[in-house]
């Protein structure tokens, strides 16, 4: 079976949860989801697909490697394992405008976004060394 790869962006979408869109068309249709959560989203984006896939029986349908984009909302909703204020913190960005920007509430310029990235390499890189510290005590 053939596999195909596709991009889908999930966005904030206001205050109704997150949408995904694919930057594809597929044969007919546009692959896309939405939810509450950015996990919603795509579980919404692969029923959709599967849902195609039983109303075409006489259509290949290819596997799927789907790579994943986020806008900053999006991001956090995804990981919501980091601290929005330490991430601030290792970006140089006020806590209170990263609050804003997480939320979906004030857009993020790309000066900006460039310092969070980096600030997420950073975070990376400080995760790699301390786990390889780890020790069994």
Not at 35 to 59: A, I, N, R, W
């Amino acid at each position: 079976m053939k596999t195909r790869k596709i991009t889908i962006t999930i966005i904030k979408n206001g205050v109704h949860g997150y949408i995904g869109e694919c930057e594809d068309k597929f044969d007919g249709f546009y692959l896309g989801g939405s939810g509450d959560t950015v996990e919603e989203v795509k579980e919404d984006c692969l029923t959709f697909y599967e849902e195609m896939k039983e109303l075409s029986p006489e259509t290949e349908f290819p596997e799927l490697d789907i790579s994943w984009r986020y806008d900053l909302p999006s991001f956090f909703n995804n990981l919501s394992i980091f601290n929005v204020s330490k991430v601030a913190e290792y970006a140089g960005i006020s806590p209170s405008n990263f609050r804003h920007y997480v939320a979906g509430s004030k857009p993020v310029s790309s000066t900006q976004l460039q310092k969070i990235k980096k600030a997420f390499i950073k975070i990376a890189n400080q995760i790699e060394t301390e786990s390889n510290a780890l020790i069994i005590s």
